[in-house]
């Protein structure tokens, strides 16, 4: 089987004993290596490039993650009572809680928050 890795090494070693081509051609080249190759290359690179992880993945304990329908994304949490995802929106009106309004298809875990300056004022 043919992979995305495999696609550009070949162009990589087909072009190497090129010297006129700059880094510019050999990007172009592989570029279009990747767009005719077998469907099954291209979806896997999709998959590589695509960080967004399929909503049955995602971790049921509570912990705040990003949340994604492919149109919208929130931050929300699994909430085992209810058994339905729930973002958090700081506002008055809702009260800092609502439920979601859309089925997430896809999460993302948050970041880690920064870490703290040596060099306080």
Request: one cysteine or more.
């Amino acid at each position: 089987m043919t992979t995305s890795r495999d696609v550009i090494a070949k162009v990589l070693w087909d072009s190497s004993s090129a010297a006129f081509q700059s880094g510019y051609d050999r990007a172009d080249l592989i570029l279009k290596a990747l767009l005719c190759a077998p469907e099954s290359v291209r979806l896997e690179l999709a998959a590589q490039l695509n960080p967004w992880l399929a909503i049955e993945t995602a971790p049921k304990d509570g912990h705040f993650v990003w949340l994604s329908n492919g149109h919208l994304i929130r931050i929300g949490f699994w909430e085992q009572s209810s058994k339905r995802w729930v973002d958090f929106v700081r506002s008055e009106a809702r009260e800092g809680r609502t439920d979601l309004l859309f089925a997430p298809t896809h999460w993302l875990p948050l970041p880690l928050p920064a870490a703290p300056s040596e060099d306080k004022p």
